[in-house]
């Protein structure tokens, strides 16, 4: 079983742990929500910022917790799973219903839903939600010296 801090590993494969890689997403949904901001000259409001920041990262927890019941659905031991968010293929999940749950509660709250901004929002987070991902793996690959078996 592994700790809070850390992801589980299979076939001993070093991960990132657990809370650096939340912690990531996070950052990720917090620069894309600042860069938004500052590109429409909303400014710095705490709680303005927050009413734009939270469907999304509630998205990005709905995410995470799809990816985490369906590795340990598939998982063959009770306490052990294959939940690996620092992963493309976890990310990209994060990254769809990052999006989908973050546009469907800025629809119900009538805080803006435009085509324009549902493309501008799924391409800004699939690039700040994937590309760490992907800046993380090819660090670990260079410290290896080669490609890992996933």
């Given at each position: 079983m592994s700790k809070i801090?850390?992801?589980p590993t299979s076939g001993g494969e070093s991960t990132l742990p657990l809370l650096a890689t939340a912690f990531a997403d996070i950052i990720a949904v917090t620069v894309?929500?600042?860069?938004?901001?500052?590109?429409h000259h909303h400014g710095f409001d705490p709680l303005?910022?927050?009413q734009s920041w939270w469907p999304f990262a509630v998205g990005a927890a709905a995410g995470w917790s799809i990816c985490y019941l369906y590795s340990?659905?598939?998982s063959s031991e009770m306490l052990r799973?294959?939940?690996h968010p620092e992963r493309m293929p976890t990310g990209i999940v994060v990254w769809i219903v990052t999006v989908a749950v973050g546009m469907m509660?800025?629809?119900i709250l009538h805080q803006g839903t435009e085509v324009s901004f549902i493309i501008v929002a799924t391409c800004a987070l699939g690039l700040f939600l994937l590309g760490w991902r992907l800046v993380a793996r090819l660090v670990r690959v260079r410290q290896r010296g080669a490609l890992p078996t996933t």
């Open positions: 801090g850390s992801a894309f929500m600042a860069i938004g901001r500052m590109n303005s910022f927050l340990h659905v598939r799973s294959d939940f509660l800025r629809w």
